[in-house]
């Protein structure tokens, strides 16, 4: 079971609209790197795992990715509201708001939509936690 805080661990204050960089920024939501990814993979994987200390990391690390996938919702968010029809085109993000308006959608920044595929779950805990770290950029 989660516990939920009704605030973000860092607060977000973006006053000024800048659709560039949101369209930049959303790849860390739903990109192949991004957030949504991370947390489902954490989360999916704890279950396979033979000690319960494991399984109980895992299910941490895969509720703080969900509290980043928060984190980049509200800068995106926070970054295309008020959004005039001209900073729509001229700023580039055009493709995406006729599609989504100005909601949130998990979406890579080259266009292509969040995919289950860009992580693994195997159920053998060393391939899995290997995975975790080459996702996380701690291999290299």
């Known amino acids: 079971m989660f516990n939920y805080e009704k605030r973000l661990q860092y607060p977000v ?4 609209t800048d659709a560039r960089m949101a369209k930049a920024i959303i790849s860390q939501f739903g990109g192949p790197d991004g957030e ?3 947390s489902l993979r954490y989360l999916s994987q704890r279950f396979a795992m033979p ?5 109980g990391i895992l299910t941490d690390i ?19 509201r008020n959004l005039t029809p001209e900073q729509i085109k001229e700023q580039g993000f055009a493709d995406y708001y ?3 308006t100005t909601g949130l959608y998990p ?5 292509d939509p969040f995919t289950a595929a ?5 159920g053998d805990p060393i391939s899995d936690l290997t995975e975790d770290l080459a996702a996380d950029g701690a291999m290299a």
């Open 62 to 80: 895969g509720t703080e990715e969900l509290n980043h996938m928060e984190m980049i919702c509200t800068i995106v968010h926070q970054l295309t």
């Open 36 to 38: 949504l990814g991370a």
């Open 13 to 16: 204050n973006i006053k000024r």
């Open 51 to 55: 000690y319960r200390e494991v399984m």
């Open 107 to 111: 979406i890579a920044a080259s266009g």
């Open 118 to 122: 860009t992580f693994q779950s195997l």
């Open 98 to 100: 006729v599609d989504h």
